[in-house]
């Protein structure tokens, strides 16, 4: 088994989806303090900032579906398990994969918990 170089992982796609989660994280709570900060309006109502949090949440949503998908062919293809101890170039590889696999399901469960508050939420209060 080769490892296949166009699919090559390393750091950057490992911590690619624990970023865009940290990234919509403070873009959302940026967005509804910015918006709630004048705190003139206690009612006020958060419907431009709910749509565009809703609209980088799906942005979001995409990359790291997008991450997922990718680690999961990439892991799937060659032969998936679990257990990568060896010292080789492949199972360095398949460690990888399976480790972007996992943050991913988590960065993606992290900003469905993230946006919860956007959809519970309507007004300052």
Same mark, same amino acid.
């Given at each position: ?10 750091? $950057? ?7 865009? $989660? #940290?990234?919509?994280? @403070?873009f959302s709570y940026t967005v509804a ?7 003139? $309006? ?9 749509? #565009? ?8 949503? @995409? ?11 990439? $892991? ?32 993606? =469960? ?7 508050? =956007? ?7």
């Open positions: 088994m080769s490892v296949d170089k166009r699919t090559y992982d390393d750091l $950057w796609t490992l911590i690619a989806a624990p970023l865009v $989660w #940290a990234l919509h994280f @403070l303090a910015y918006a709630c900060a004048p705190q003139s $309006w206690l009612f006020k109502d958060l419907a431009t900032a709910r749509i #565009a949090i809703g609209v980088v949440t799906l942005l979001s949503l @995409l990359a790291i579906a997008y991450g997922f998908r990718r680690a999961w062919r990439d $892991w799937s293809a060659g032969g998936g398990g679990h257990r990568h101890d060896r010292d080789t170039p492949e199972d360095r590889e398949r460690f990888l994969e399976f480790s972007t696999l996992l943050l991913a399901a988590l960065s993606f =469960v992290g900003v469905i918990f993230d946006v919860l508050p =956007v959809i519970m939420i309507a007004d300052c209060r």
